[in-house]
């Protein structure tokens, strides 16, 4: 692989039929947690005051990009988003189409969104921006080694959700692969968590 195709590596997965589909749990960080609750997921993804024992999932993603953003890195910076944005752009924009069309407007206003769909509404912006920072901090950086984005990317790589954030480090991840693809049983997480 190249090294350009190494930095966009991460956002080209954007559109990877892997993506959400529970796949590869071998391939998880080591103590990363699984849930299968989706009210438990949006609750440790949201929460500004989350349960013992976890932290503020925001501030941990926010805290991991201000490690490649910091002032010396500025020019760096520049170059990888001049490099990484048109491809962000691109793969976002492929994956709304569908989600844009009169069609999916018409499932929506019926309610017939599945739990799958919805999630993906609801989620899909946060999973660009957290692959869109990998390949900057790959490219900033340029090293791929135990950070929390490299090991957000291993989560979406085994085909999970990366959701939280404990005090020790260790990750928590979603398993979407329970929500289910049947016509109208996502109309709740959307009007619940949709963004």
């Known amino acids: 692989m190249s090294k350009a ?4 590596e991460p956002i080209r997965f954007f559109n990877s039929n892997c993506l959400l589909s529970a796949k590869y749990k071998y391939a998880l960080p080591k103590n990363t947690e699984i849930i299968t609750n989706i009210e438990q997921a949006m609750a440790l993804e949201l929460s500004q005051d989350p349960p013992d024992g976890y932290d503020i999932w925001p501030d941990a993603v926010a805290f991991a990009q201000s490690q490649f953003y910091a002032t010396e890195n500025e020019e760096k910076v520049k170059e990888g988003e001049a490099l990484i944005n048109p491809i962000a752009d691109l793969v976002i924009a492929s994956a709304n189409q569908y989600y844009d069309s009169h069609e999916f407007k018409i499932k929506r206003i019926k309610k017939l969104i599945s739990e799958k769909e919805a ?38 790589k085994a085909g999970f959700y990366p ?16 929500l289910q693809n049947e016509a109208g049983t996502g109309v709740g997480i959307y009007e619940k968590y949709g963004r």
Request: with cysteine; charged share 20%; hydrophobic share 45%.
């Open 5 to 8: 195709g190494w930095f966009t």
């Open 163 to 178: 959701c939280g954030i404990k005090h020790d480090g260790n990750l928590i991840a979603f398993d979407a692969a329970v």
């Open 119 to 156: 999630f993906w509404l609801t989620v899909h912006y946060d999973i660009w921006r957290i692959l869109r920072f990998v390949s900057l901090e790959r490219y900033v950086l340029s090293k791929a080694e135990d950070s929390f984005y490299e090991n957000t990317y291993s989560i979406f």
